[in-house]
């Protein structure tokens, strides 16, 4: 065989290899969309509000979890990015709860405790105080489910 069949034969290896593990992922992820309650000034361009991007995890189908980001919008958008964890969803009832912590400290960075629905997320979230790791004050949030052209306006 010349080399120019053998580096062909492993590309093409390669290839439906990548292609296989990729659908696999894909089959146990599914995207669950972009909420946000974020405003943006039309004077000075600033933004103020959270926004969350989810995915569904299905690779254990007894106990589905949910995972994704929350931007922190207090001023620029997107924003401060968290990463969501101990993540807990119920699929029937919509009951959602989601934890981001800071990524180099660990301290609580906030939490929101509410439901999923059609139109977006609903419930109360609260901002992690930095020096105690404990969420001072709780607001009552509504964050809209956005289409992707709006996500493109507030998120990365």
């Known amino acids: 065989m010349e080399f120019t069949q053998v580096f062909a034969t492993v590309g093409i290896s390669a290839l439906i290899t990548s292609a296989a593990f990729a659908q696999e992922r894909q089959v146990h992820r599914q995207y669950l969309g972009a909420f946000s309650n974020v405003q943006i000034s039309a004077m000075s361009g600033d933004c103020g509000g959270v926004s969350?991007?989810?995915?569904?995890?299905?690779?254990?189908?007894?106990r589905p979890s949910v995972s994704g980001v929350l931007y922190d919008a207090s001023g620029t958008c997107p924003g401060k990015k968290y990463a969501l964890e101990e993540t807990q969803f119920d699929p029937q009832s919509?009951?959602?709860?989601?934890?981001?912590?800071?990524?180099?400290?660990?301290?609580?960075?906030?939490?929101?405790?509410?439901?999923?629905?059609?139109?977006?997320?609903?419930?109360?979230?609260?901002?992690?105080?930095?020096?105690?790791?404990?969420?001072?004050?709780?607001?009552?949030?509504d964050l809209r489910r956005l289409s992707a052209k709006e996500w493109a306006l507030v998120g990365e």
């Open 94 to 141: 919509g009951s959602l709860s989601l934890i981001a912590k800071d990524g180099q400290s660990g301290v609580l960075a906030a939490k929101f405790i509410g439901v999923m629905n059609t139109k977006g997320l609903h419930g109360n979230f609260g901002f992690g105080n930095q020096s105690t790791g404990e969420i001072d004050s709780w607001s009552e949030i």
């Open 52 to 62: 969350v991007k989810l995915w569904l995890d299905t690779k254990d189908r007894a």
